[in-house]
């Protein structure tokens, strides 16, 4: 299937809802992922850290100034415990995924934890901790840190500043200095949107993979928009596209990128198994070749809502990864065990 990827195209398979059409452009994907990446999904383990959060984002539920959520860190000791059952579980890696803070307490509590991991096991460590300077960019990556994750969220300058506050806290061009930031720090730099936004459109969205393209990212994290009832974007839920189209677009955003960029790591989000609990399975036979089963203590998952009704709230780390082993088992999708599985992409250009 001869698929073009020019911006009118990309536009008209983001407006496709035919099934058998899209049936064609996913098995397409996938056999691109095939050939490119392998067949094996790797696993990242999730510790969300801290739900504490300077941020005051439009779309969040762990905005600032959401009164009605319970603000918590886990200690070190927390993480050390996740990475450890990461490793022996066979994982390879872990993500450490918090609010965004600058404080300089919150910053060396970071290094440190990423120094203990590096001295007790052989992980692979992503961020997705937010903007910061690039002096600290700099040290977390001495420290161990060798994958970043920013979500820029909407690529559209128009788009961004309809989702965030116009303010210096919230600037889409310091944003876009960050990611910049981060490729000169020597990390495996990704990011990624949300799908489904109100005011968004198709035009946006593939402005969004071109923009990936452009910024040649080593791996991405994308999903569809889910609203949360705590949040200034909720008063636009009636704008809103199904559910099931929101996931539809998501799985076929990955498709596209994965044809666009065919080396790079995609995660299958959990926005995806909100909507649908095989909504993941659905990414990787689409192109996604990265699932991050959720580690973070059981006790206080709940309060780490950016959107409502979060899948595996409740559930131990143990639960978590079993449920999601078994669903690959099933599938007959190998998991690369103990393995970093690093963007490839990334590897090519250095």
């Given at each position: 299937m001869d698929i073009r990827l020019d911006r009118p195209s990309l536009i008209s398979?983001?407006?496709?809802?035919?099934?058998?059409?899209?049936?064609?452009?996913?098995?397409?994907a996938y056999n691109t992922?095939?050939?490119?990446?392998?067949?094996?999904?790797?696993?990242?383990?999730?510790?969300?850290?801290?739900?504490?959060?300077?941020?005051?984002?439009?779309?969040?539920?762990?905005?600032?100034?959401?009164?009605?959520?319970?603000?918590?860190?886990?200690?070190?000791?927390?993480?050390?415990?996740?990475?450890?059952?990461?490793?022996?579980?066979?994982?390879?890696?872990?993500?450490?995924?918090?609010?965004?803070?600058?404080?300089?307490?919150?910053?060396?509590?970071?290094?440190?934890?990423?120094?203990?991991i590096k001295k007790r096991w052989p992980l692979g460590i992503t961020l997705s901790l937010g903007e910061q300077s690039k002096d600290v960019y700099r040290e977390w990556f001495e420290a161990g840190a060798h994958r970043y994750l920013l979500r820029i969220e909407s690529s559209d300058k128009q788009l961004y500043e309809r989702i965030h506050p116009v303010d210096p806290l919230h600037s889409y061009r310091t944003r876009i200095q960050a990611l910049k930031d981060l490729r000169d720090c020597g990390y495996q730099v990704g990011t990624g949107v949300m799908i489904g936004l109100p005011f968004q459109n198709a035009w946006n969205l593939a402005d969004d993979l071109l923009f990936f393209k452009k910024m040649d990212i080593d791996m991405c994290g994308m999903g569809p928009y889910l609203e949360h009832s705590g949040t200034p974007l909720y008063s636009y839920r009636h704008l809103l596209l199904p559910k099931e189209r929101r996931l539809e677009l998501s799985v076929t955003m990955v498709a596209l990128l994965r044809l666009l960029m065919p080396d790079i790591n995609i995660a299958a989000t959990t926005a995806m198994q909100a909507i649908d609990p095989f909504g993941r399975e659905k990414a990787i036979m689409a192109g996604a070749n990265v699932l991050m089963p959720n580690l973070t203590l059981a006790e206080v998952r709940d309060e780490y809502q950016i959107y409502q009704n979060k899948p595996g709230a409740g559930e131990d780390a143990a639960i978590s990864s079993s449920i999601t082993e078994r669903r690959l088992r099933e599938m007959k999708i190998p998991i690369g065990r103990d393995q970093w599985g690093d963007s490839i992409h990334f590897s090519r250009r250095h």
């Open positions: 398979w983001l407006e496709e809802e035919r099934p058998d059409r899209l049936a064609e452009l996913y098995e397409a992922k095939l050939s490119t990446v392998g067949d094996k999904v790797y696993l990242r383990g999730l510790v969300e850290i801290s739900n504490i959060c300077r941020k005051n984002c439009l779309y969040c539920g762990i905005r600032r100034d959401n009164r009605n959520t319970g603000r918590y860190e886990i200690s070190v000791d927390n993480v050390l415990d996740a990475a450890e059952f990461a490793f022996r579980d066979g994982y390879g890696s872990l993500v450490i995924q918090g609010g965004e803070r600058m404080d300089r307490a919150f910053i060396d509590k970071i290094t440190h934890i990423l120094k203990e």
